[in-house]
Every structure is written in structure tokens, then in C-alpha cells.
């Protein structure tokens, strides 16, 4: 199971691999507001799986703290992340929305609470404030916009340059030295390539003096190089 990726040098940091605000945090305040005075609190312990690929959506989830990875299970049990959420991130909002299943597993990387938001409350806001309606569409199409052009964007980019850039991204707004608890293997996963050529760039990232490599660890230690790289 993946360690904790907050780092160990601040507690209550948010370490994570978007690049962008999740769907949620995009909503009208007023929207926002609604959802959350009837949304239900549940805590996750740590590898506890919060939502299974194929599960009706009964809702949507907000993440108070700790952290989720989603990805997929193989068929030979294993996970296979691709994206690492924090604190104020929200996933489940179009399986919602679409009325169709979940496409993805989702598991606490450490303990985690989680608001949920369930489908009826959403439709049922939506059938008493219908102006928000046209705002909501608005909100997934910049959303969906925005995901195309970063699928775009990181087509064009290196490898090594894709790895920096989620690197850069788990530090959040802290100052080096940063701990991130990731190992390679998961790196590999979230960019989508092999161990080696991870094990390549982050010896040459070290070599530059932008991190340094550790048992289940990577210390960054010049966050602004990492962001120019």
C-alpha cells in the first residue's frame, strides 16, 4: 500500500498531483454552501477503499483531510494510481451529474474524512435554484476545456519534465526542503512509464541538486529549480 505523501516537515500540509482545482471547489459560492450544510461526514482509515469502479453514485466526496488516491485495481489485485488528492479536493461529481456508474477505484492513502454529497440533495438544490443549473453547465464545460488543453500540454512535455511538474505540484505552497513519501513505483504509475526511466530523470534532477533520493522518500530541496526544469 502507498505511504502517506504529506510531508513530514509541516503537518497539516496537502501534498497531491493536480494541477488544477477539482470540479467542486469550481461551484457557485452559494452552490458550494448548499451542498456542504447537507452533506454527511465519514472518516476513512488508511487503505480503506471509499469507492469501487462499476458502484452506483449515490454521491459525490470532499476531502476535510487526509488523502485519496484513484486509479484502478488490475487483475491481479494491484492498484494502479493516477491521481493523488488532498484537503479541498472533490472526485465523483460527473459519474453524479451523468447519472452513470463509477469509473474509478478510490482508496485512503492515510486516515482520511470525507464530506459526502449525495445525488439526491444535489438534484433536488438544483430543482429549487434553477439559475444555478446554467451556472453548473457552465462550470463542466471550462472544466472539461481545461482537461483537454492539459492533456495538450503534457503530450508535448518530456518525461522528465512531467515528473518535475508533479513534484513541483505535491510541494504545494511550502518551503525547501520539502519530504514527499513517494517511492518510484509510484511515481511510474501516476506518470504512466517504467521504473527505470524514473529512477533516469531522478538522477539527474539529484545530480542538478534539485532532490535527493531516499528509501521510500524524495527530499526536494530547490523547489524553484523543480518548477523551470
Known amino acids: 500500500m502507498q505511504r ?29 454552501d448548499q451542498l456542504l450544510s447537507v452533506a454527511i461526514k465519514r472518516n476513512f482509515s488508511r ?12 454521491g459525490f466526496y470532499v476531502i476535510r483531510s487526509g488523502q485519496v488516491k ?15 488528492m488532498g484537503r479541498g479536493d472533490s472526485f465523483g461529481e460527473l459519474a453524479v451529474l451523468g447519472g452513470f456508474a463509477r469509473v474509478v477505484d478510490a482508496i485512503a492513502v492515510e486516515d482520511t474524512e470525507i464530506q459526502i454529497v449525495g445525488t439526491s440533495a444535489v438534484d ?12 453548473l453547465l457552465r462550470v463542466v464545460s471550462t472544466q472539461l476545456q481545461e482537461a483537454l488543453d492539459s492533456i495538450i500540454q503534457q503530450r508535448r512535455m518530456s518525461t522528465p519534465k512531467r515528473i ?13 526542503p520539502v519530504s ?20 533516469k530523470a531522478l538522477a539527474n534532477m539529484e545530480g542538478k541538486q534539485m532532490l535527493k533520493r531516499g528509501y521510500g522518500k524524495i527530499d526536494i530541496l530547490d523547489i524553484k529549480a523543480l518548477r523551470s526544469f
Open 47 to 58: 487503505g480503506q477503499i471509499i469507492q469501487q469502479r462499476g458502484d452506483e453514485a449515490s
Open 180 to 199: 514527499l513519501a513517494i517511492n518510484q513505483s509510484d511515481l511510474a504509475e501516476l506518470i504512466g512509464t517504467s521504473r527505470v526511466t524514473i529512477a
Open 4 to 32: 502517506s505523501l504529506h510531508s513530514k516537515k509541516r503537518a497539516g500540509s496537502t501534498a497531491r498531483s493536480l494541477t488544477a482545482p477539482s470540479m467542486f471547489s469550481a461551484f457557485p459560492r452559494e452552490l458550494r
Open 70 to 84: 484513484l486509479g484502478r485495481f488490475d487483475v491481479d489485485g494491484n492498484f494502479r494510481s493516477v491521481l493523488v
Open 164 to 176: 518535475a511538474r508533479i513534484l513541483h505540484t505535491m510541494c504545494g505552497d511550502q518551503q525547501a
Open 124 to 135: 433536488q438544490i438544483l430543482v429549487d435554484n434553477p439559475h444555478m443549473a446554467r451556472e
